[in-house]
């Protein structure tokens, strides 16, 4: 999905020795992607929702603050609410930059449906965390039919 690409990065860090002799050299290393399947945390194919939804920000904050990407499958899930994509990935937007999380995170295995209605899921939800006071009045003018 192109809204959430996931990139490899090259972690770097010295590494030093506290002997007489200390050297202290550069370890590059690629961290593989953590692969989340909303399936096997759901533990069937119907709606994931909020309590889901906490598991798998839990499982990705902790990958996010290693800069290590993410990978989260939609395969064989038959729906998805849009509570479980706020709990799951919008809450990161709250502790994370938006650039860490675009950059690290890839929604895998989804249908072009999915695709869509997360995207909207994860902009109307980035919108409110910005403006809350805007995004609420804009709701309730569409709720008023004022739209």
Same mark, same amino acid.
């Given at each position: 999905?192109?809204?959430?690409?996931?990139?490899?990065?090259?972690?770097?860090?010295?590494? /030093? /020795?506290?002997?007489? +002799? =200390?050297?202290?050299?550069?370890?590059?290393?690629?961290?593989?992607?953590?692969?989340?399947?909303?399936?096997?945390?759901?533990? !069937? /194919?119907?709606?994931?929702? !909020? %309590?889901?939804?906490?598991?798998?920000?839990?499982?990705?904050?902790? =990958?996010?603050?290693? +800069?290590?990407?993410?990978?989260? /499958?939609?395969?064989?899930?038959? !729906?998805?609410?849009?509570?479980?994509?706020?709990?799951?990935?919008?809450?990161?937007?709250?502790?994370?930059?938006?650039?860490?999380?675009?950059?690290?995170?890839?929604?895998?295995?989804? %249908?072009?449906?999915?695709?869509?209605?997360?995207?909207?899921?994860?902009? &109307?939800?980035? &919108?409110?965390?910005?403006?809350? &006071?805007?995004?609420?009045?804009?709701?309730?003018?569409?709720?008023?039919?004022?739209?």
């Amino acid at each position: 999905m192109n809204l959430l690409k996931a990139k490899k990065k090259a972690v770097g860090g010295n590494v /030093s /020795s506290n002997s007489k +002799n =200390a050297t202290s050299f550069s370890v590059d290393e690629e961290l593989a992607p953590l692969e989340i399947s909303v399936v096997e945390i759901k533990g !069937d /194919s119907c709606m994931a929702i !909020d %309590t889901h939804g906490e598991v798998v920000y839990d499982l990705v904050a902790k =990958a996010l603050k290693q +800069n290590r990407p993410v990978k989260i /499958s939609y395969k064989d899930v038959d !729906d998805v609410s849009a509570i479980f994509e706020k709990v799951a990935v919008g809450n990161l937007y709250k502790k994370f930059k938006a650039k860490k999380i675009e950059e690290l995170i890839e929604i895998v295995d989804a %249908t072009e449906l999915q695709e869509q209605l997360f995207a909207a899921n994860i902009k &109307r939800y980035r &919108r409110y965390l910005k403006s809350p &006071r805007k995004a609420l009045k804009e709701t309730y003018a569409i709720l008023n039919g004022e739209f």
